[in-house]
C-alpha cells in the first residue's frame, strides 16, 4: 500500500508551509506530495494568505526535491486551456527530473470561478474528455510531427506539439463519484483512478465500475491503479487523537467513519479493508499543515506495518 501525503492549501498556506510539508514527506519516505486546485477557501476559515496556484507551486517544490512524486488531486479544467495546460505540466515535469503525475477533474466549485473572474461552463463534462484528449495527443505526438485536433471546444492546427516529458509517459489520474462517464472517462485515458472521501463499499462498487468499463473498452482493468483520499487523524493514543480532530474542527467519532483517524493499530485495520476492496494506493488529507509530528507519527508506527 503506497501512502501520499495530499495537501488543501487554499484553505490557508504559503509556498514555504508547502516546501516544508513535501521535504518532511520525502524524508519521511511517503510515496508523493500532491495538492489539490483550488483559489478559493471553503468552509469557517481565513484562508490567509490566500490561494496559492497549483502548478507554480509544484514548479518550485520540483527543483526543492529530489524523489518524491509530486501531483494534483485534481487541476480544474476549467481554469486552463488545454495546449498551455500541457506545456506548463511538460515543463515542470522537465523540472523535476520526470516526478510528475497529473490529475485533472472538470472543475465543480462555481464560487471561485465567480471570485477570480473565470468562465464556469455549464458542460463542463464534455469539456475535460476533450482537454484529455487534447493533452495526452500532445504529448504522445513524435518531436518532428504536428498535432492537430477539431472538437466542439478546441481547435489546434499545425501544433509542434512541445515540449515533451521526461517521462515516456506521464501518469493521468482521474477520478470522482460519477456512476456512468466517469468510469468510461477513467477507463479510455487513465493510468490511476482515485475515488475521493468514500465508503468501502462505495469505493469496491466504484473500483468494480470501472473495470467493467475498461473490459468493454478492451482494456486490462489490471493495468489501472486503484486509489482512494481520505483525511487522516492519527494519534499515539486518544487524547492525541482529539487533539488533532480539534485542530481541524471535526470530531474523532466523524472522522473514523468517514476517513482515517485513531491510534496506529486502528488506522492499519482501516486501510486493511480499503486493501480489500482493491485499492493499493491512498492519498492521505493533511488539513494541519503545521503539525509535521503527524506525518513523522504515519511513517513511523502507520507505514511499517503495511508493507
Same mark, same amino acid.
Given at each position: 500500500?503506497?501512502?501520499?501525503?495530499?495537501?488543501?492549501?487554499?484553505? /490557508?498556506?504559503?509556498?514555504?508551509?508547502?516546501?516544508?510539508?513535501?521535504?518532511?514527506?520525502?524524508?519521511?519516505?511517503?510515496?508523493?506530495?500532491?495538492?489539490?486546485?483550488?483559489?478559493?477557501?471553503?468552509?469557517?476559515?481565513?484562508?490567509?494568505?490566500?490561494?496559492?496556484?497549483?502548478?507554480?507551486?509544484?514548479? /518550485?517544490?520540483?527543483?526543492?526535491?529530489?524523489?518524491?512524486?509530486? /501531483?494534483?488531486?485534481?487541476?480544474?479544467?476549467?481554469?486552463?486551456?488545454?495546449?498551455?495546460?500541457?506545456?506548463?505540466?511538460?515543463?515542470?515535469?522537465?523540472?523535476?527530473?520526470?516526478?510528475?503525475?497529473?490529475?485533472?477533474?472538470?472543475?465543480?466549485?462555481?464560487?471561485?470561478?465567480?471570485?477570480?473572474?473565470?468562465?464556469?461552463?455549464?458542460?463542463?463534462?464534455?469539456?475535460?474528455?476533450?482537454?484529455?484528449?487534447?493533452?495526452?495527443?500532445?504529448?504522445?505526438?513524435?518531436?518532428?510531427?504536428?498535432?492537430?485536433?477539431?472538437?466542439?471546444?478546441?481547435?489546434?492546427?499545425?501544433?509542434?506539439?512541445?515540449?515533451?516529458?521526461?517521462?515516456?509517459?506521464?501518469?493521468?489520474?482521474? /477520478?470522482?463519484?460519477?456512476?456512468?462517464?466517469?468510469?468510461?472517462?477513467?477507463?479510455?485515458?487513465?493510468?490511476?483512478?482515485?475515488?475521493?472521501?468514500?465508503?468501502?463499499?462505495?469505493?469496491?462498487?466504484?473500483?468494480?465500475?470501472?473495470?467493467?468499463?475498461?473490459?468493454?473498452?478492451?482494456?486490462?482493468?489490471?493495468?489501472?491503479?486503484?486509489?482512494?483520499?481520505?483525511?487522516?487523524?492519527?494519534?499515539?493514543?486518544?487524547?492525541?487523537?482529539?487533539?488533532?480532530?480539534?485542530?481541524?474542527?471535526?470530531?474523532?467519532?466523524?472522522?473514523?467513519?468517514?476517513?482515517?483517524?485513531?491510534?496506529?493499530?486502528?488506522?492499519?485495520?482501516?486501510?486493511?479493508?480499503?486493501?480489500?476492496?482493491?485499492?493499493?494506493?491512498?492519498?492521505?488529507?493533511?488539513?494541519?499543515?503545521?503539525?509535521?509530528?503527524?506525518?513523522?507519527?504515519?511513517?513511523?508506527?502507520?507505514?511499517?506495518?503495511?508493507?
Amino acid at each position: 500500500m503506497d501512502l501520499r501525503i495530499f495537501t488543501e492549501p487554499q484553505q /490557508g498556506a504559503t509556498y514555504d508551509t508547502l516546501l516544508r510539508v513535501a521535504r518532511a514527506a520525502e524524508d519521511l519516505g511517503f510515496d508523493a506530495f500532491y495538492r489539490s486546485d483550488h483559489y478559493l477557501k471553503m468552509g469557517d476559515v481565513d484562508g490567509l494568505p490566500g490561494p496559492t496556484d497549483a502548478w507554480i507551486t509544484l514548479a /518550485g517544490l520540483a527543483r526543492e526535491t529530489s524523489r518524491i512524486r509530486l /501531483g494534483t488531486l485534481m487541476t480544474a479544467a476549467t481554469f486552463r486551456l488545454p495546449g498551455p495546460l500541457a506545456i506548463q505540466v511538460a515543463q515542470v515535469d522537465q523540472m523535476s527530473g520526470g516526478r510528475v503525475e497529473f490529475g485533472l477533474g472538470a472543475g465543480w466549485f462555481e464560487a471561485e470561478h465567480t471570485a477570480y473572474g473565470i468562465p464556469f461552463p455549464k458542460d463542463k463534462f464534455a469539456r475535460l474528455e476533450e482537454q484529455l484528449a487534447v493533452i495526452t495527443g500532445l504529448w504522445r505526438t513524435p518531436v518532428g510531427e504536428t498535432f492537430d485536433h477539431e472538437g466542439k471546444y478546441y481547435t489546434l492546427k499545425d501544433s509542434p506539439a512541445l515540449p515533451k516529458p521526461v517521462q515516456e509517459r506521464i501518469p493521468v489520474l482521474i /477520478g470522482g463519484h460519477g456512476p456512468t462517464r466517469t468510469p468510461r472517462l477513467a477507463a479510455r485515458y487513465a493510468d490511476e483512478f482515485n475515488i475521493p472521501f468514500a465508503s468501502v463499499e462505495d469505493t469496491e462498487r466504484q473500483f468494480g465500475r470501472v473495470r467493467a468499463a475498461a473490459q468493454e473498452l478492451g482494456r486490462d482493468p489490471g493495468e489501472l491503479v486503484y486509489s482512494n483520499a481520505l483525511v487522516v487523524c492519527a494519534g499515539k493514543d486518544e487524547a492525541e487523537v482529539a487533539r488533532r480532530a480539534a485542530a481541524i474542527g471535526r470530531e474523532p467519532d466523524e472522522l473514523r467513519a468517514n476517513g482515517l483517524a485513531g491510534t496506529p493499530d486502528e488506522i492499519v485495520d482501516r486501510i486493511g479493508r480499503f486493501a480489500e476492496a482493491g485499492s493499493s494506493r491512498i492519498y492521505l488529507q493533511i488539513l494541519d499543515l503545521q503539525d509535521l509530528d503527524h506525518l513523522e507519527l504515519i511513517s513511523s508506527r502507520v507505514m511499517p506495518q503495511l508493507g
